[in-house]
Every structure is written in C-alpha cells, then in structure tokens.
C-alpha cells in the first residue's frame, strides 16, 4: 500500500498525468473496450427473453455443457502432468533438458490450426498411428477424446509455467529437510512441495480453463464441428454466424464472455492476494 | 563411537572434493568442522547425512555402518543455515513434522511439540507461521524439528550464518546449552573461527577436502601442527629459522623445540607467535627473547584490545611466510595485540612472552611425464629431491582402467623403495595431470621430457600455460650452485622471483636476478627499483643475490647469452599464463627458453609462490 502510494508520488501531479491517460483510453476504447461492450449490447438486443431462449436451444446447450467439460478434462489431466514435468525439469538434470524444457513450452508459439492439422495427420483416419488404430475399431479424432487431445496439447505449458518457476525459487533444503526427517519422496512431495505450490497450482488452472474454454483453432480442425457432439461453445458461435443467426451467436458469445471474466477476476484477486502475502 | 569415518571420499565431475577423511566422534560430543567456503567441510556433513552419496570409505553411525543407507533411514537430524521451516505449517507442526510422518498420535504430537517448544525457548509460539518468527526463532524451530524424534546423531550447517551478531551470540550459547542437556553427538559445520572456539568441544579444521589438523580449541589454537591450522584460527606471526641442536634458530634466538615435533639437524622449523605473546617495552628486556627493536606500521582499534604491527629490521637466516610480506619488504612484520588502553609507543623493543613450533615443513615434488604419461622421470627428479629434503609422489598415467593396473604394477617394481607415494590414473596425460594439480598440493612438479619435445607437442604447451604449480624442466643436474632468475617488470616478475628465491635457498645456491633492456641506455628507475625490491625478497629467503641487466635485441636471446655465459644450473621464467597471445607460442619468450635451453628450467606461474 504504501509502495503503491509512493510510486504515485513520484509523478509531479495530476494534472501533468492527465493527457497520457486520456491518451491510453482513447486508444483502448477501440481496440479492446468497445468490442467488449458490443457484444453485450448485441447479446440483449433482442431482450432479455430472446436472450435466455438462445442460451436455452438444446445445440447452445450441449455446446456450452460440452466446453466446460473439456476445459475440466483439459485441466485436471495438464495439472496432473503439467506439474509433473515441472518437477521433473526443476529437480532432474539429465541429457537433454534444455531442450525438451524448450519443446514442452513450444504449444504457445504453433499456430493453434497447425496444431489441429498435425493431430489430424497422427491420430486421422489416414494418420501415422490412426491408420493402425482404424482395424480395432478405433477413431479418436471428429470424436470428444480429439478435442480433449486438442486442448491437452494447446495449454500443456500454462502449468508448467506457473508451477515451474516456483520449484526453481524452492530451496532443495525443504525437501533435504523432509528427507533428513524420515519422509519418502512421494510424501515429501504431498506434504512440503504440494502445499508451497498452491498458487501457481490455482493460477496454472484458471489459465489453462480459461484457454481451454477458448480454444478455436485447434478444436475446429479435430472436432470436425459435428453439432451435439463435438461442437465447442467457440464452434457453435462461428456456426451459428455463418449461417447468419446472430442473436443466437451473440448470446453464446455474451455467456462465454461473462465465463473468462469470471475466471479472470478469481485469477487477478488470487495473484493479488499472493503477491500481498509476499510482501507482508 | 557416535560417528566413525573412515576414508570418506567425494568427487565432483572429476576433482576430489572430499579426500580420504578418518574422524571418530565420541557419544556426546560437539564436534566443529571448520574451513573455509570450498574447502569441503559441508560435503563431509552432507555425507554423512546421506544428502550426498560417497565415492570412496565408510560411515558409522552408532556402530552401525550407514554408508549405503537413504538419509530418511539414517536417523540423523539436520539443520540448515537457510533454516527451511515449512511455510504452509505453524511452528508445532514443522517440529511435530517427523512424529506425523511416523503416525504418531495427534494427542502425543502435540505434547512433545510443546515439549520440545520450551526446549528451545518458544514456549507459547507454536501456533505461529514461519513469517511470524524472526530468523533466530525460526532456527530455534529447526532445530526443535530436527530434535523431534530423538535422532542419533545432530548435524548443522552453518546453522547461525544467516543470523545478526547479536542473535547469534544468543543462539550459540542456548544451542551449546541444549546439546549439552540432551548429550546428543553433534556436528556443526562453520567457516567462523571465533564460532568453533566458543561451542566446539573438539575442531576439525578442512581444508581442499582434507581434514589437516584435529584437537581441542585451546591446544588448536595455541600449539597448531600445521601452517594452515595456524593461519586459520588466528593472527600471529610465523617465521622460519633453522634447527641447531634441538632448538629453532631465529635470528640470534634458539628457541627450544619441543621433543614432540621432531626436526631433522639443519632444517627449516617454522615458529609461530601469536599476537598476545609479543610484548612490547622501551627497554630490552633481560631474560626475554627479543626480535630487535621494531616501528609501529599499523594500529587498529579491535575493542579491549589494540591490533598493531611492528616492522623490525631483518634477521639472518631467517623468513617470514606469515603475514606474507609485500613484495620488496625489507623487514619483518610483527603482530601485537596490546590492551585498548595502554599507549602504543612509536618504536618499541619487540619482545617475546611465548611462541610455538609448527610440525617440520616437508615440500612435496610431483614426478609426471607429460607427453606418454607412463615414464615419470623419477632418477632425474631425485638429485633435486635429496637437495630439497622434499618427498616425491610419482604419477602415472594409462589409458584405461586395466593399463592402469600394470603400469602401477610396474611403478612399483621399479620405484617403491625410493618415492614416498605412487599414483596411477587412466586418462589422457596432461588432463590427468592438471586434475592431480588440482586435487592437491605440491610444491613443484618435475616433468622430465626436455623442454623441445614438450612444447611441440600441443596439450603440454597448454598445460605449460595454464599450470598453477611452478614445472621444473630437465632437472638431471647433480648439484645446484647458480640459479638464474629471469625478471620482468610487474606482476610476472613476482612469483618468479619468490619461488626461484624458495628453491635457491633450499637448494643453498647463488642467484642472478637478471633484466633485459633492449636498447644500450641505463635502464629507468622504476627498472632499477623493481630489481632492488626482488634482491630484497630474496634476502628474505636468505639467499645471496646479484641484479645484472644485459642489453640484447630481444629478451629470448638475451636470456640464453647470460644462461651460457655464467654456466647457470637453473634458469627460472614466468609463464604469462593462459592469456599469451597466440597457441603456437612463437612469441611467447617461456616456451622459447624451454625449446632452446637444455639446462634445467623452472617455469613459474603468474600466481603460484
């Protein structure tokens, strides 16, 4: 608080702070406030019943539904591996590890369409290994488990990269201490690492549900858009503004909005909240 | 025996880091290892924590041999100088820790959490996070932690280093009151000397991965056997003389040798004074050994006392390693200390309460070749070592594990009965030779291939640059009467002359210390005053010296003329170290001496000596 309080001391005034600021919004009222707001207004237009009928159609429904479990899976499998890699990168030095430290961070820089286009050359009906798969009668792409695949690998590093720099700053000696003490590996890690890893376990989790609920690009390559059973609430919206219903598409679009707020809001207050802990 | 070691041993890529450590610590004990930072002494408690795995020897732990055993089934408890208190857990929880783990019940944890809690003086803050104890009470809970379930054997870490002096003082002496009540066997490991004097009942000083020196603090501090020991655990003056009859000739001074620290007839002994044993008065006084009249140099205030030291004229045949003096100092320096609040004359007679003599120096020679690493030139090497009084260490070096065997097999046939220890390694020559370097302490290394072979040959130029231990080349010279010390002007110029002048008094020769000028002009001052200072430091050694400049076109050719001309038996150069300008050595004056001179040359790194 009173850092805060000096930082903005050191400015010579109001008035002198006046024009930047105003310069900022006028810039991102544009670009990111007013389509915010759009949406909103576009979502009510027709009133609130229209509104709550479009969330109500059974294709709006499954979609939404059908977002939310994926970002559930999406997110407790990458919490469970994220974290695991970034134990094992953190504590393990072994030949290569730079190199696959880079790899597990590579899912950010690919374009999300590529993504989706090489597990269509893997696990597709004419891929690599779906080719062997096809005779036992099994086909994970166009089907749920795809788009699971699909976001796994798009938000694999936002755990690890919330986890991992904590392990870095975690002195070895808390778990020497533990291991000095009595403690087995497994239960050094649930009762010393686990619980100093809370925070960047909980962010690492808004983030990876928040990309998840999100994902297009990738999610439209493996899903093949199939309405009622893979199509994402981001799909259905593109769908539904294709063919032109776009009281429908605004509605969706208006709720998963509402959705990342949300998240985003527990995420802010969270890091807040941790950053204030530090400091006190 | 709570703890017994037994040639324990560690290395890190390659170096040894622990080298064979024997130490038995008694039920009970508080055992300090001390050193400083890198000398080993926190790998030695990681060791025996099972926090670090051992290359070599064994642990016992209350006679039960742990060496292979995890550190969670070693019993021993640990604390850190970073104390590691769980964040997430209150103060009873981080010491009720290792109860939980164990299943103990809730009821008894609590109870012994408590317990322990008013062992340590924190009664009634148990329910307090690590970020509400200050770093004191934090340490205070670790060590409760560590205590918790009854461990055989404590180990700390420089458990005070994080802490303020005030706290530290504090929770050093409630510390040694604990483990006094608890009789618990400790070690503690600290680089602070003042620290081990006040807690430890036995030190361990360390030093390049060796324990060199063991015993309780005051016979540490006031009879040390080692150099090191003596340098490390406090101030004093330590100067060397020779032995005459069972006693140290300092000077005009016989000072008596004890029967206890043998020294052979004619050898240097090193006597140690410490600061409180010099005094200082305005006569002479009768009945008291006396160093000559001496100026104050240096005054500072340390508290109830007063640190001074005193510059007192030069004694014959005698030196001074410690405090190492500043090149082309004249005199000795003297440490005092006076109390506070007596008056520190200007000029004093330095007199002496009471000194000890450190066990006898003896040098060390490494034998190696180089270039095959499996013909170490030990018969040539050994005139030099019968001349120094030096023991050799001949190394030998096959390329495999099971060459290795016979090569130390063959060693031994032929060696065994004149060197005084034989190491073999597998490996490339020059790399296993750097890592021996590294690993430890010689005071010379006799390679025996003539200088042109060895600088044609590129990683043998390399090691000549980047060696840290002085090379004496073509060493097969029945006696050493002349030693030509060839100068440079600044920092090269200093070691050279320091390990010439060690060798050239050892060796009871002449030296020339020698400067090229390249045009026919009398040479500066600063020359002039630079070779004034080096014949100073080698009067120091008690050495007899000339300084003689020659005019030649260039200070390879200059060098050889003088060489030839006065029929010297060791040339000495410098090596401007790993920085010389090209790899084929060309330009480089060191390696040119080595390809054109077959007589015994002594290369010198920038910063050994």
Redesign the interface.
Same mark, same amino acid.
Do not use: E, T
């Given at each position: 608080m009173n850092a805060r309080r000096k930082s903005r001391g050191g400015h010579s005034g109001r008035g002198s702070s006046l024009f930047p600021v105003s310069v900022l919004l006028l810039v991102l009222l544009p670009l990111l406030l007013m389509p915010l707001a759009a949406v909103f207004v576009f979502a009510l237009k027709g009133g609130p019943l229209a509104f709550w009928d479009a969330v109500r159609s059974p294709e709006a429904q499954f979609a939404l539904r059908f977002s939310l479990l994926i970002a559930f899976g999406t997110t407790l499998v990458n919490a469970v591996l994220g974290t695991f890699a970034a134990y094992v990168l953190a504590k393990h030095r072994f030949w290569g590890d730079r190199a696959l430290g880079v790899v597990v961070n590579l899912p950010v820089a690919i374009p999300t369409v590529v993504v989706g286009t090489s597990l269509l050359l893997l696990w597709g009906p004419i891929g690599l290994l779906g080719k062997m798969l096809v005779p036992l009668g099994l086909q994970p792409m166009f089907r749920p488990l795809g788009v699971l695949l699909a976001h796994l690998f798009v938000t694999f590093p936002y755990m690890l990269g919330a986890v991992k720099p904590v392990l870095d700053e975690l002195e070895t000696t808390y778990e020497e201490a533990a291991y000095t003490i009595g403690a087995s590996r497994w239960t050094t890690f649930r009762l010393v690492l686990l619980p100093a890893l809370r925070g960047g376990l909980i962010t690492g989790a808004l983030l990876t549900f928040a990309h998840s609920l999100g994902e297009f690009g990738a999610t439209v390559m493996v899903s093949g858009n199939l309405r009622l059973k893979t199509q994402t609430a981001p799909l259905y919206i593109f769908a539904q503004f294709e063919a032109g219903d776009i009281a429908h598409a605004n509605a969706i679009a208006a709720v998963l909005a509402l959705l990342s707020f949300t998240i985003f809001f527990f995420l802010f207050r969270f890091a807040s909240r941790a950053e204030r802990q530090e400091a006190g | 025996m709570s703890i017994v070691l037994e040639g324990l041993s560690k290395r890190f890529a390659g170096r040894a880091v622990v080298e064979n450590v024997r130490l038995e610590i008694a039920d009970g004990e508080l055992f300090v290892l001390l050193g400083a930072s890198g000398s080993g002494k926190s790998t030695i408690l990681r060791m025996i924590?099972? $926090?670090a795995s051992c290359d070599g020897g064994t642990i016992q732990l209350m006679g039960q041999d742990v060496t292979d055993l995890?550190?969670?089934? +070693?019993?021993?408890? /640990?604390v /850190?100088q970073?104390y590691?208190i769980?964040?997430?857990?209150t103060a009873a929880e981080n010491i009720a /820790?290792?109860l939980r783990? +164990?299943g103990v019940s809730r009821r008894e944890r609590r109870k012994k959490s408590e317990e322990l809690l008013d062992l340590v003086g924190l009664g009634g803050l148990g329910d307090r996070y690590a970020?509400e104890l200050s770093g004191g009470q934090q340490q205070r809970v %670790?060590l409760a932690? %560590?205590l %918790?379930?009854e461990p055989k054997v404590l $180990?700390l870490d420089e458990p005070f280093g994080a802490l303020d002096v005030k706290i530290r003082t504090q929770l050093r002496r409630s510390f040694r009151e604990i483990q006094k009540r608890l009789g618990v066997t400790t070690v503690l490991v600290t680089h602070d000397q003042e620290e081990a004097f006040e807690i430890a009942d036995r030190i361990g000083v360390v030093e390049r991965g060796r324990l060199i020196e063991v015993g309780r603090p005051e016979e540490l501090y006031s009879k040390p056997g080692s150099l090191f020991a003596a340098t490390f655990l406090g101030a004093g003056t330590v100067l060397v003389g020779r032995s005459r009859e069972g006693r140290a000739e300092i000077g005009p001074l016989a000072l008596e040798i004890p029967p206890n620290m043998p020294h052979r007839e004619g050898e240097p002994v090193r006597v140690l004074i410490r600061p409180e044993q010099v005094e200082l008065s305005e006569q002479a006084v009768p009945d008291q050994p006396a160093l000559g009249r001496g100026r104050v140099v240096e005054s500072s205030f340390a508290g109830a006392l007063r640190r001074v030291r005193l510059r007192v004229p030069r004694l014959p045949r005698t030196r001074q390693v410690s405090p190492s003096l500043p090149y082309g100092e004249e005199g000795l320096l003297i440490e005092a200390a006076l109390p506070a609040s007596q008056q520190i004359p200007e000029e004093a007679w330095v007199t002496l309460k009471g000194w000890s003599i450190l066990q006898q120096p003896s040098p060390s020679l490494l034998v190696a070749d180089p270039l095959t690493g499996v013909r170490p030139p030990v018969e040539p090497a050994r005139p030099v070592a019968a001349a120094l009084g030096a023991s050799i260490v001949v190394l030998g070096v096959a390329e495999g594990p099971e060459p290795a065997e016979s090569l130390r097999e063959r060693l031994k046939g032929e060696f065994e009965s004149v060197v005084s220890e034989i190491r073999v390694r597998a490996g490339h020559p020059t790399e296993q030779l750097r890592e021996e370097q590294a690993e430890n302490f010689y005071d010379l290394i006799v390679v025996g291939a003539t200088g042109g072979q060895a600088i044609r040959n590129t990683p043998v130029r390399r090691f000549i640059r980047e060696a840290s231990t002085p090379l004496l080349f073509n060493p097969a010279r029945e006696e050493f009467r002349r030693v030509l010390i060839c100068t440079a002007v600044g920092e090269p110029g200093k070691s050279d002359v320091r390990v010439g002048g060690w060798l050239a008094g050892r060796l009871g020769a002449r030296v020339t210390l020698l400067h090229i000028s390249r045009d026919s002009s009398a040479p500066p001052r600063w020359i002039r005053a630079h070779l004034d200072q080096g014949i100073a430091t080698l009067s120091a050694f008690d050495v007899e010296a000339e300084a003689r400049v020659r005019q030649a076109p260039s200070a390879l050719e200059g060098i050889l003329m003088e060489a030839r001309h006065g029929d010297y038996d060791l040339v000495v150069v410098g090596v401007h170290g790993p920085r010389a300008r090209t790899v084929t050595g060309r330009d480089d004056v060191t390696l040119q001496i080595l390809d054109s001179s077959n007589r015994p040359v002594l290369v010198v790194p920038e910063d050994s000596g």
């Open positions: - | 924590s099972g $926090l995890a550190p969670q089934d +070693r019993g021993v408890g /640990f /850190f970073n590691s769980f964040q997430h857990m /820790f290792g783990i +164990r970020k %670790a932690r %560590a %918790a379930y $180990l």
